[in-house]
Structures are given as C-alpha cells and as structure tokens.
C-alpha cells in the first residue's frame, strides 16, 4: 500500500492557493461536499436537498475507492480534513498472503494552514512518515502506526479550530510537543519495521529454499532411476540441497538469539528483501557444490571417508558450507593457500548484517 502525495489544481472561485492532498484523489471533493453542506446547515439550520445528495455521493464514491472511513476530522473553518481509511481487499488468494485490508491516511489542509508554517511543516513530516510506515508494515502494525500519525495531525487541525488568534508561543509549544509524540511514532514504525523486514526476508529465503530443494530431491530420484552419472552426481545434488537448508538455518538461528546478530536495512522495500532472501540459498548451494568439489579433488589433506560414510560426510561438510561463511572462507582460504603459497591471512568474521545495505 503507497501512500500518494498529490497536489490538487487551483480553484480561484474558492481559494487563492492550491491545496495540499495526501491520499486519493477525490478527497478533496469529499471535502468540499462535506464544507457545503455544513455552511447550509449554519446558515439555514438545514442542508438542501441537493446539496446533501452531492455530499453522500461523494462520500459513497470515495469509501469505494479508498474504503471506509475510519477516523475523520472535518474542519469547521474551511474544505479541510484528515481521515484514515481502511479498505477490505477480500478474502485471502492463499494461506501466506501478507493483509486482508488496506490502511491509507488522506489529508487536505492547506487553506487551513497557510498562515500557519509550523504546523503546516510538521503536517508534512507526518506524511513522510505514513508514507514510510505504509511501504515497509503491514497489518496490526501499520494500522497502529498511522493511527497514530493520524491523532497528531487531527490534534494540530484540532489546535487551529480551537485558537481564534494566533498565537505564536503556544503554536510553539504545540509543534514542539507534537514532534515529540511523532519522534515516538517513528521509534516505533523502525521497531516494527525491523522485525518485518527480517520476516520478509526470511519468506524469501524460505521460498528460495524450498525451490531448491525440491529441485534437489526430483533431480537425485531422476538419476538414481536412469543409473545416469553414479553415486558422485547424488552427492553433488546432494550437496547443492544441504548448503541451501545450512544457509536458511543460519539466519534462522541469528534471529532466534537475539542481540542484533541478524539485521537488515527494511527501508530498501519489501520486494527487494524478498528477492535479497530468495538468492541467500543459492548462494548456499553454491558453497555446498564448491566446497564439494574441493574436497573430493583431494587437494586439501582430509582423511577420506569410507565408502559407507561419503553421504554424511559431505552432506555435512556442504551445510556447514551454507550455514557459516566462516567456516567456508577459511576452508577456502587454506586451498587458496595450497595453491599459491601465500601466506595466510586471519579470516574476517561473518558480517554483522545480512543482507548488506544496498
């Protein structure tokens, strides 16, 4: 779910400065519904007939584009509003499907706030942050967290209805004080957002692997079927399957310990982790088939395995191979030595973040 940020077109007839809209489209004709139909009932103790006709179509035509309104704040002073929609997408296509319902935050307020730069800025800065809450978190987050956003800016739209004059100190102390809160709010959305990139990462991962070893597994009873390439072809398949499961384990037992040991930057975009996590086990698999061939060239002195113990040897060698890229550099790094005669050098530790920021 995007956030749009959008800037309505002029309207002399009503307002010499153009509108700022977040959020759909036609909320600003709800708006201006709503603002007529309110100036009717003030003058004339009623609305017309047509002009409510005008409001609820408006109304009807937004909630079925956007969902319904669960939160709204109209102002009294002008055709201006916040509001939080939450719109049911249907019944989930499947068992792993990310939401059921769509939570967007849609704001017109600039003929509230044109004499009011503060608060317009600070109005602002919370639509940055619902724009960030709603790429990254889904579900009870996200709504928690642009609820929220959503408070701050009906208390600063609640703050110019209450105030007749301005007055500069306490529209001070009010953004100040509302900043604070929306510090707190992002503490939060980078919390959540935290935990939901390593969740996606992991559905990537998770999916990579099993692609894997499927693949594997119908690969390994294909030759043992035809008696195509011997017991070295199922070892190598073999092999290719155990660093993919060594790679899954190993960031599956980083976010099980806690302390920081597995993160990742989430601001890059759900997609982008998913497809960043959907790699990890290839690359797994990759170490397993090369450390594979590594040791079975002889070229490092290991004991050779038994001929009742070449599966277990090398099936655990290709998931250490996945599961700790230290264990493979300096494997690696000891043939590369053999090779060159190069010194060694001290294997660097395993990188503190997985995946590297872009």
């Known amino acids: 779910m995007a956030t749009i940020v959008a800037r309505a077109h002029s309207r002399p007839a009503e307002a010499e400065q153009a509108a700022e809209q977040v959020g759909a489209s036609s909320f ?88 009011a730069e503060p608060i317009a800025e600070l109005l602002h800065e919370c639509d940055l942050l619902a724009i960030r809450a709603g790429e990254i978190l889904r579900g009870t987050s996200e709504r928690i967290a642009l609820q929220w956003i959503y408070s701050v800016q009906e208390h600063m739209l609640g703050f110019i209805e209450r105030t007749d004059r301005r007055d500069t100190a306490k529209e001070r102390e009010l953004v100040a004080s509302q900043r604070r809160e929306l510090s707190r709010i992002e503490q939060y959305y980078l919390g959540a957002g935290a935990k939901t990139g390593r969740i996606v990462y992991v559905s990537g991962m998770l999916a990579g692997a099993a692609f894997l070893i499927t693949a594997c597994a119908l690969i390994s009873v294909g030759l043992a079927l035809a008696d195509y390439g011997g017991r070295n072809a199922q070892l190598l398949v073999l092999c290719a399957g155990a660093g993919a499961v060594g790679a899954l384990v190993s960031v599956l037992a980083r976010m099980g310990t806690g302390g920081g040991q597995f993160t990742v930057d989430f601001e890059v975009g759900r997609p982008l982790l998913r497809r960043l996590g959907l790699y990890k086990p290839f690359v797994g698999a990759i170490f397993g088939v090369a450390l594979y061939f590594l040791l079975a060239s002889g070229l490092l002195p290991t004991q050779a395995p038994s001929a009742s113990g070449r599966l277990y040897y090398y099936g655990i060698i290709a998931f250490f191979a996945g599961f700790s890229e230290r264990f493979t550099s300096v494997t690696f790094g000891q043939a590369e030595q053999l090779i060159t005669g190069a010194s060694p050098s001290p294997p660097a530790d395993d990188p503190p973040t997985d995946p590297p920021s872009p």
Request: net charge neutral.
């Open 28 to 115: 600003s004709d709800l708006v201006r519904a709503h603002f007529h139909r309110e100036q009717e009932r003030q003058a004339n103790g009623h609305a017309s007939q047509a002009t409510d006709a005008e409001y609820r179509a408006r109304l009807a035509e937004f909630e079925r584009q956007e969902g319904e309104l669960s939160s709204v704040y109209w102002s009294t002073r002008n055709a201006s509003a916040v509001a939080l929609t939450v719109k049911t997408v249907g019944m989930r296509r499947h068992a792993f499907a990310e939401t059921e319902v769509e939570v967007r935050l849609h704001r017109v307020t600039d003929w509230v706030t044109k004499n």
